[in-house]
């Protein structure tokens, strides 16, 4: 496959104050592709997975998403930063779901998905909330609505989470420990969601701990530690025979 | 048993409660019996003593005076622009305090730096020195005030003296000095939104000023309220100080009464009345608006002056039971701002 790589990464790094915690970043995402990242806390994945749509600034490396630059612009061989506007029109192009789902609180369940495309996008309300009502409905909670974050419980309010991602037509998707912060009994119906999102195709990058998910849905994997990928490739493979003394380590604990 | 228990279907056996000699404080008799005289000193010097003024018998407060003037003209006058002077003084300081409180927060270190200048010029100086600048310095300083080009030609100019009138001076006055107050205020409102709320908005394309309007300032109006409402009183009380720009105000309205007829206490007894009335009314307000805002914020509800009254009465404390159906339609299920578990 030699077309445009939705993520490309080369040599990131990335530090904050004198914490090198990405030390040379290299991953190639495929359209249509999943990727799933592993590691122990302190790795770097939520921190790689942040500069995809620049909440984070590399220090040196190329990142690219969809064949462009993040955050800057090549002029004559010189890179130029992108102003906020432009950097806010990339970042609506990526959805991204928080460990803490981060949902706005003074608004119900529809009215956290109508938010970006009415705002941002400024589409008409009456197509956007005929969206947000089959995006929830995709989600399996059209009977939640109307309800405020605080009425839901921590999987449903994943998956409004999702779905509010999902209302601004992402090319890619990003999904930081979306299960971490999750009651055990609820993490299912949050993985289906995100398993069912993967089968239409769906571009996604996903930092997890689920390797059961790892195994059933990526397409790669990559285990990273230290600010560096120590291995990667088929799930089934590094799951089950990994090579790195490292990577044996971490899932003997894991699994 | 009680109808709950039988509600419930339970025949759980309970011994009878206890029923002990309670101990007994003979130092809280003293002291009802000390400050039961205090008072009853202090009533009877200010509601019955009468002495003689001029060729009559009055009370010593001058309650007779107080009655007459209580519903003065002049008085109800001031009383109203008392209250036009809190609510634009308050207009201009919440709006003056968000623009500020922005500014601080900006990751741009100029509009941060003016915005700590301004709030250590405006903290660090007297109110009432600064409706004094508004009111005489200004068309002192600048009796010409023009509208042109900076450093070059001059479109159009005022004389100072016609523009800054008492009224003008001391709104600008009062609405400066409480935006430096609300700035404050805001700023910690904002500072306690999650940081989530901030990133999970930027993820979705949305720009910072979108972001403030939508999502930040609506979650930090918990935190800003109560705070809000405290200045609301002392801003009432503040435009007092307005007499100095001479504006009728209720002080002023009762200084001019009290010069002319040289009833000085009694007059004073009519602005604290009349201070006292509007506070009163503002603190009511407050205590439910705080309350209201506190809803899903804390387990239970304090109670009403209402359901502490009560409890006084029955000589035990109310049941959550019972706040709960003195409450009665007014305890809906709160799901307004964040519930607060997460």
Redesign the interface.
Known sequence: MTGTPMVLAENIHKSFGALHVLRGIDLRVEPGQVMVLVGPSGSGKTTFLRCI?H?EKINAGRLSVDGELVGYRERGGRLHEMR??EV??K??????V?Q???????MTALQNIM??PT???KVRKDEVRAAAQRLLAQVGLSDRAD?????LSGGQKQRV?IA??LA?NPKLMLFDEPTSALDPELVGEVLDVMKQLARDGMTMVVVTHEMGFAREVGDEVVFMDGGLVVESGNPREVLTNPQHERTKAFLSKVL | MTAQDEAAGTTVSRPPDIKAVPVRHPGRWVAVAIIAVIVAMMVHTAVFARVKRGNSLQTRFGWGVVGDYLFARPILQGVLTTLELTAIGMAIGIVGGILLAVMRLSVNPVLSGVSWVYLWFFRGTPLLVQLAFWYSGISYLYPQLSLGVPFGPEVTHFSANNLIVPMVAACIGLGFNEAAYMAEIVRAGILSVEEGQMEAASSLGMNRALTMRRVILPQAMRVIIPPTGNEVISMLKNTSLAYIAAVGELYFAQYIIAARTYQIVPMLLVACIWYLAMTSVLMVGQYYIERHYARGAVRQMPPTPWQKFRGLVRRRPPTPAEIAVDAGADLPTWHGVQGGQH
């Open positions: 749509n909440l906020d506007s806010c029109r970042r609506a192009e990526i959805g991204m928080f803490h789902f981060n949902l706005f609180p003074h938010e970006a705002r941002v996008k309800h405020y974050p605080s009425q989470a509010r991602a601004m």
